[in-house]
């Protein structure tokens, strides 16, 4: 068991923060993903924490006040059966867990879901990696859209919070891939759920010692940008320009919204506090809909992007116009959230 991060989880169940730990179980990974390097670190054959020492490192967490524990590993699900019975025997210690795993892995495994539902799991990292099928055959990703859509449905079906791994942007990005990406995430109502940096800047890693960051060096894919707050080059001007306003809303505001965001969650956990029933009143829906839109923004941002880029080509959008878009939306959400608290 190696722990990765310590941290805080919010936990929508209970609305309050508890004290988290990111954890990796196992060692190696039977997948070959194109942009990883994992199996060649650490070999294909996955071995796990034995038993006894996991559920004596979850405790010994535990009593250190660690009350959430994040599972990194893509293959959790394989040892589920193992982690199922710790917890099973934990249960009453109040421990809340989330995990990730890989669309094959989820799908494979989900009867365990129903049970780890009851033994506390939040929320699955699930990796969906992109949702065009192009690009999950040249990332050699063994999965399909239509996967992906069941393992959704799989989670929605049992109300447990869906987050994603993706990557959004690379040197081969087109402006459909884009607007199929969001078309996806509409469809199955993931906008907003995952934070918007989570997605919205993400960018494939190409300075790591990968295959796939071997072969575009090979092909001389992976160039220098001439601008530098973008990673590389992307070959489509219009995904750059789109990727390069992403950046610039959050680096000029992602300060801002997660203020805003922080106070909404402030505002949550005082209304939990005066009423546990809350989220069926009018004032609880109020809250509900101020914090969706604010959630909701950064995705309308860039489909907004998206569709100005392909109507009006590169170098259209102005600092200017950017600034007061994105200053008008949340100045307008903060003024709500302001309204919402003095009426309280």
């Not at 867990?97 to 929320?123: E, H, M, P, W, Y």
């Not at 390069?244 to 505001?253: A, V």
């Not at 300060?255 to 949550?268: A, D, F, G, T, V």
């Amino acid at each position: 068991m190696k722990i990765i991060r310590e941290g805080v989880f919010f936990d929508y169940f209970s609305d309050r923060y508890l004290k988290s730990v990111q954890l990796r179980i196992s060692h190696g990974c039977g997948e070959n993903c194109f942009f990883c390097n994992l199996p060649e670190k650490e070999g294909n054959e996955v071995s796990f924490t034995p038993y006894h020492e996991l559920k004596e490192g979850i405790i010994r967490l535990w009593e250190d006040g660690i009350h959430h524990f994040h599972f990194l590993d893509d293959t959790f699900l394989l040892y589920g059966k193992v982690v199922e019975k710790i917890l099973k025997e934990l249960e009453g210690m109040g421990i809340t867990f989330s995990f990730a795993s890989s669309v094959k892995n989820l799908i494979k495994n989900q009867k365990i879901l129903t049970s780890f539902k009851v033994l506390g799991l939040r929320n699955v990292m699930l990796g969906i990696e992109n949702s065009n099928q192009d690009v999950l055959e040249h990332y050699q990703i063994n999965t399909t859209p239509m996967n992906q859509e069941y393992a959704i449905q799989i989670l929605q079906a049992l109300r447990i919070q869906v987050q994603l791994k993706y990557i959004l942007f690379e040197p081969l990005t087109t402006i459909d891939h884009l607007k199929k990406d969001m078309e996806f995430l509409e469809k199955h109502k993931l906008l907003g759920l995952a934070p918007y940096s989570d997605i919205l800047t993400s960018f494939l890693d190409l300075e790591e010692d990968t295959p796939i960051g071997r072969d575009y060096r090979k092909r001389q894919l992976y160039l220098p940008s001439s601008d530098l707050n973008l990673p590389y080059q992307i070959i489509e001007n219009e995904v750059a320009e789109v990727f390069k306003w992403t950046l610039y809303f959050d680096r000029e505001y992602g300060k801002w919204w997660n203020q805003i965001y922080q106070h909404l969650i402030e505002l949550r956990m005082k209304l939990a506090r005066e009423n546990s029933g809350w989220m069926v009143t009018n004032t609880g829906q109020e809250l509900m809909y101020i914090t969706l839109h604010l959630r909701l923004m950064p995705y309308d941002f860039i489909k907004a992007l998206i569709s100005a880029v392909k109507s009006h080509g590169v170098g259209r959008i102005t600092n200017l116009e950017i600034r007061r878009q994105c200053e008008t939306k949340l100045l307008e959400i903060e003024e709500m959230s302001k309204e919402f608290e003095r009426k309280m």
